[in-house]
């Protein structure tokens, strides 16, 4: 897999509260859960997720969940009148790292 297919298979970090507390979060057995999640294409499939974080973060990856997340409906009253629209569809991959693998995008960031 090239660096062009890389770059246009993982758009984003997706980085939220939510995501953090994924991160750090531990299992009952004490181990850290180690998640973490990116905007991809829609059209790229688990498999192609999982080669492009591990080509380009050098991680290995246990496993790849994804989500269609859909657009909000948005509703704008204006002097013409209403105005409707919709924010984008994109979708979500959260993806699980080995024991012992970070991927450092965002420590250190003030």
Avoid: C, H
Wanted: proline fraction near 1%.
């Amino acid at each position: 897999m090239d660096n062009t297919r890389v770059n246009q298979i993982l758009r984003r970090p997706v980085i939220t509260e939510k995501m953090t507390i994924l991160k750090d979060k531990k299992k009952r057995n004490g181990e850290i859960l180690n998640q973490y999640a990116f905007e991809v294409s829609k059209d790229a499939n688990k498999m192609e997720i999982k080669q492009a974080i591990e080509k380009k973060f050098n991680v290995k990856v246990d496993s790849v969940r994804t989500i269609n997340v859909m657009g909000k409906a948005k509703i704008r009253w204006t002097k013409a009148g209403r105005t409707e629209g919709k924010s984008r569809d994109w979708k979500k991959a959260v993806v699980t790292l080995a024991k012992d693998n970070k991927i450092e995008f965002v420590e250190g960031a003030a």
